[in-house]
Antibody, heavy 123, light 107 residues
Framework: EVQLLESGGGLAQPGGSLRLSCAASGFSVNTYAMTWVRQAPGKGLEWVSAIRSSGGGTEYADSVTGRFTISRDNVKNMLYLQMNSLRVDDTAVYYC????????????????WGQGSLVTVSS | EIMLTQSPATLSLSPGERATLSCRASQSVNTYLAWYQQKPGQAPRLIIHDAFNRATAIPARFSGSGSGTDFTLTISSLEPEDFAVYYCQQRLTWPLTFGGGTKVEFK
């Protein structure tokens, strides 16, 4: 059974850092494209970052480029989002999600999602 | 960046009624459009991919149509568990983008 479980959220000060983790089970993170999507309180979905299944190439939303880094650990079967220089408007629930098809056929459509991890940036 | 505009923002319907949700793209996305359902406190759930393909285990009352810039998600007969917020998402170009959502609420 495919499962995704985020952790690492919490309260951070503006300018601070947090690292989100996403523990995957039931599949290998190195064979599927993976993504982070966030949702500010009471708002809609906003795509944040993605990593390709083959080669590990990455993509970022303009709003986080240069501040956030997506990565994965194939041995631990984990996805990460390192968030630096946090801003108040980064406050959101962060979801990790898995691509629908694996093995290099990245569709950028996501069929399994974690339950989310709340990040609050406030002084 | 491709903008996705969903309408209406809110749809007030009763169980058994037909729901028609719209998603309009600022430029053509071919059929590279997905629909997700989200209930309060839950993660999104993939409903439709590539404009008209139902995701695994999605009931046949959900259908998607459209191509280019205009897309529709139709729920033929609303069940109580269908009342939720629905988002469209394009995958043609970076950045991936979502629409603002349509809330289907009880009338």
């Amino acid at each position: 059974e495919v499962q995704l479980l985020e952790s690492g959220g919490g309260l951070a000060q503006p300018g601070g850092s947090l690292r989100l983790s996403c523990a995957a089970s039931g599949f290998s993170v190195n064979t599927y494209a993976m993504t982070w999507v966030r949702q500010a309180p009471g708002k809609g979905l906003e795509w944040v970052s993605a990593i390709r299944s083959s080669g590990g190439g990455t993509e970022y939303a303009d709003s986080v480029t240069g501040r956030f880094t997506i990565s994965r650990d194939n041995v631990k079967n984990m996805l990460y989002l390192q968030m630096n220089s946090l801003r108040v408007d980064d406050t959101a629930v962060y979801y990790c999600a898995k691509d629908r098809i694996g093995s290099g056929h990245d569709t950028w459509t996501f069929d399994y999602w974690g339950q989310g991890s709340l990040v609050t940036v406030s002084s | 960046e491709i903008m996705l505009t969903q309408s209406p923002a809110t749809l007030s319907l009763s169980p058994g009624e037909r729901a028609t949700l719209s998603c309009r793209a600022s430029q053509s996305v071919n059929t590279y459009l997905a629909w997700y359902q989200q209930k309060p406190g839950q993660a999104p759930r993939l409903i439709i991919h590539d404009a008209f393909n139902r995701a695994t285990a999605i009931p046949a009352r959900f259908s998607g149509s459209g191509s280019g810039t205009d897309f529709t998600l139709t729920i033929s007969s609303l069940e109580p568990e269908d009342f939720a917020v629905y988002y469209c998402q394009q995958r043609l170009t970076w950045p991936l983008t979502f629409g603002g959502g349509t809330k289907v609420e009880f009338k």
